[in-house]
């Protein structure tokens, strides 16, 4: 598969799939942090990365983990926004500027003096973002960074993420099972299955009854769409948003 | 039944955790306590078996005062599910791991290998029986734990954030094997904030906020409560906004699932086709 | 021996002049009672040096924490205590080793309960230990509160299977620990992996020159400190050498018992 510049890729699949081992080949943590066997090439930005270490990609492809609780090293935000570059050896201006920017842009600015322990869940993930953001990646791999929020808060981070993909280019690829909120935000979603790509387009074209078959949890308004369909009321799009299914189901009232 | 009368309760060093919470569960009902995360829906939990005792106020367990029994006790009756499978799994076999909470309860020997035996088929992970629960899948693991707490039977389950990290078809499987449970006719408590895994049991919703109950009914009518909802960092149902971005079509206030939503927009949909064709 | 011992050497963010002192300031004071407590064994003495930190803790607004811990370690002093008095010490001496033991654990809880293990860390490195000892033990303290969590859970989860921990005989108690240690390693190990993940994915130990975007800087309140320590030191020892000092006498010892 290739993944274009500005993509948002949303990942998904049954537990097992793959999908966790395919982002972690991304970064280098397969194969350097993994034991095993990789075939194949992997190329960013046309460069083959191939024998590069984790290090070396990590200014490359940023990577926010599941549990925000066990990405976040220090006992301040702000030093921990900074980890990555003084573990980087840049130098302390430069690093200031960055930390501060990743942090005005995540939304957390405020907090900078703060403890970990002391940040809701919410906080936490922000921060994870912005250490990595500090890092100046063209790609960032999120692997499903909202498990641990609650709704609203998942949501919120969502934006933020999105707004990342938008405004600074930064080319996403977020793994997740909870599909109703984060397609709209896609513009492709990849589908795996026992380790192979099985359907890749976008979110419109790969939600139809095929995907069904694959067991992945599509968002209600596409399900109910594929109901609706087989009881015969004429509706053609597989919808993504509530928005574009009311607008479909208008158009079908005859309004 | 569960019967929790003015509980307060805080932990050392914080203030007010939960703060003159009441609530009765009966025999027999299926109730999600949902809620932001640190609103106290843990902590409440953790009340009913005896782990924590109210400052004040009290919790009765089948009429019994959770302040008169040990944990052991009442956890004969309360069998509580924790998140993290990692968190309890430590023997050598799972098979051991089901065993184990018999042993404690002071079970007799054959009684403790129907139980295990059982309690594998029904949660599909028999072929596991002798092997090392650390060697299993993450989904594995949670049904391990899921089996090693209803081997002993309790009349009232309660299971804390069971969702969270599952795919689409393992919540299915749970959805269903909640619905045996309840046709067991035991108590099925499940402490979430998966709106849309709700929405698709629908039980009754206990809604919490910042250590109070800010809402209790049917989860139609509390999860389409746009206030509520969102005092309570959750969000509406897919089906709800749907079908509240249409107003035309007139829908019920109360459509949360997606089979409801079907079943309304036929009979609107149809109708509406029916009439435009009767015109022409 | 409960919990409240611990509690006297957990960093809490209080705004004080002693807060705001750099770390390497307040630990030569703390090696400075460390040092005069060692030296003597006159009762008057060590009385001054354990109540010369009294206006420290108050300056550090920490006094009752400090008062707290000093309680939970009331069982490993008496238990000093008594051992030295069974086993033939004078009581002079018995008092005199107790009074050390208070006084050198009231220094280092006034260090820990004022110093950040992050501020540690960053002194450790700009002392020029290698970095990945700092970071260790930085690691190290933000996991504890994190573990003893953990700790506490895996305890509630075994409870709710039935799991009696106060029950039995000393080997079935011993036994009943096990359902605990377990889930509490394999925990512990999940966790590091995670961590270590994520460590790598932050380019750790990427470049050997790491740079830090806080520097601890010495002020002027700080050399006075050490200053100070220096002085008092050395007076200690002056008085040591060349001041004859009434000690306490209660002319009282046990029967040769032990002997």
């Known amino acids: 598969m290739s993944i274009a510049k500005n993509d948002f890729v949303v990942l998904t699949g049954v537990s097992g799939c793959g999908k966790t081992t395919l982002c972690r080949c991304l970064n280098g943590l397969i194969p350097n942090f993994y ?24 200014t490359h492809v940023g990577f926010v983990f599941q549990n925000p609780e066990n990405q976040l090293f220090s006992l301040s935000v702000e030093r921990d926004v900074a980890f990555g570059l003084e573990n980087l050896g840049i130098e ?127 968002p209600k308004v596409t399900a109910l769409f594929h109901l609706l369909k087989r009881d015969g009321i004429p509706v053609t799009i597989n919808p993504i948003t509530v928005t574009q299914a009311s607008e479909a189901l208008r158009r079908v009232s005859g309004n | 039944m569960i019967s929790v009368e003015h509980v307060s309760f805080h932990y050392p060093g914080s203030s007010e955790t939960l703060h003159d919470i009441s609530l009765k569960i009966d025999d027999g009902e299926f109730v ?4 932001e995360n640190g609103a106290g829906k843990t902590t409440l939990v953790k009340l009913f078996n005896g782990l924590l005792k109210p400052d004040s106020g009290s919790v009765l367990i089948d009429n019994v005062n959770s302040r008169d029994r040990s944990v052991a006790e009442l956890s004969r009756q309360v069998g509580l599910i924790f998140q993290n499978p990692d968190h309890q799994l430590f023997a050598e076999t799972v098979g051991e791991e089901l065993r184990f909470s018999l042993k404690n ?59 969270i990290g599952q795919d ?48 209790d009914g049917p989860a139609k009518s509390i999860l389409t409560d746009q206030t509520m909802v969102e005092e309570a960092s959750l969000v509406l149902p897919q089906m709800t906004q749907l079908m509240r971005s249409i107003p035309e079509l007139h829908a019920p206030d109360d459509i949360i699932d997606v089979y409801a939503a079907r079943k309304f927009l036929l009979q609107a949909l149809k109708a509406r086709v029916e009439t435009r064709r009767e015109r022409r | 021996m409960s919990l409240r011992f611990v509690e006297g050497f957990k960093f809490t963010r209080i705004d004080s002049p002693i807060h705001r002192m750099d770390p390497r300031a307040k630990f030569i004071l703390t090696l400075g009672f460390f040092a005069t407590s ?20 108050i300056l550090a607004k920490t006094w009752r924490r400090w008062g707290r811990s000093m309680r939970g370690g009331l ?32 220094a280092f809880s006034f260090f820990f309960m004022t110093t950040s293990a992050d501020d540690l860390g960053l002194a450790l490195d700009q002392i020029h230990v290698p970095y990945v000892v700092s970071f260790t033990f930085t690691t190290a303290v933000r996991l504890v509160p994190t573990m003893a969590l953990d700790a506490q859970t895996v305890v509630d989860a075994q409870r709710s299977r039935g799991l009696e921990l106060d029950k039995g005989n000393i080997m079935k108690r011993i036994r009943n620990y096990i359902p605990i240690l377990i889930p509490l390693i394999i925990s512990a190990i999940r966790r590091s992996v995670e961590l270590a993940e994520a460590l790598e994915s932050r380019a750790f130990g990427a470049n050997e020159n790491r740079t830090s975007i806080t520097t601890l800087k010495l002020h002027r309140s700080d050399y006075a400190a050490m200053a100070a320590t220096v002085l008092g030191v050395v007076a200690a020892i002056y008085v040591y050498f060349y001041l004859p000092l009434p000690n306490l006498i209660i002319p009282f010892k046990t029967p040769h018992l032990f002997e």
């Open chain 3, 75 to 106: 069982f490993l002093g008496g238990f000093i205590f008594v051992m030295n008095f069974i086993f033939g010490t004078s009581l002079t001496l018995s008092i005199a080793f107790t009074l050390r033991f208070f006084a050198i654990m009231s």
């Open chain 1, 92 to 218: 302390r201006e430069l690093a200031i500027e960055r930390v501060n920017w990743a942090m005005e842009v995540t939304g957390i600015s405020q907090l900078r003096n703060k403890a970990p322990y002391e940040l809701s869940g919410g906080q936490q993930q922000r921060a994870a973002i912005a250490g990595v953001l500090a890092m100046r990646p063209e790609i960032i791999v999120l692997d499903e960074p909202t498990s641990f929020l609650d709704p609203k808060t998942a949501d919120e981070i969502l934006k933020v993420i999105s707004r990342l993909n938008r405004e600074f280019g930064l080319t996403t690829l977020l793994v997740e099972h909870r599909l109703d909120t984060v397609s709209a935000y896609a513009n492709r979603v990849i589908v795996m299955d026992k380790g192979k790509i099985v359907l890749d387009g976008p979110p419109e074209a790969v939600y139809d009854e095929s995907a069904r078959l694959i067991g992945i949890g599509l």
């Open chain 2, 32 to 35: 999600a306590i949902m809620g």
């Open chain 3, 38 to 57: 060692l030296m003597f064994t006159n009762v008057y003495v060590l009385l001054i040096i354990f109540l010369a930190q009294a206006p420290l803790i």
């Open chain 2, 168 to 215: 689409y078809l393992q919540k299915d499987r749970l959805r269903n094997f909640i619905i045996q449970l309840i046709s067991q006719k035991k108590v099925i408590i499940v402490v979430t904030h998966d709106t849309e895994f709700v929405a698709e049991c629908n039980p009754r919703v206990v809604l919490m906020s910042k250590g109070r109950i800010i809402a």
């Open chain 1, 35 to 58: 034991a095993g066997k990789l075939e194949g090439d992997l190329k960013i930005n046309d460069v083959d990365v191939k024998g590069k270490s984790t290090a070396e990609l990590a």
């Open chain 2, 105 to 163: 309860f002071g079970f007799e020997e054959s009684v403790i290998e129907n139980r295990v035996t059982s309690l594998l088929t029904a949660l599909d992970i028999e072929k596991y029986v002798n092997a090392s629960p650390f060697m299993l899948s993450g989904g594995e693991r949670k049904r391990v734990a899921l089996a090693s707490i209803l081997v002993w039977d309790p009349k009232h389950v309660v299971m804390d954030e069971p969702t």
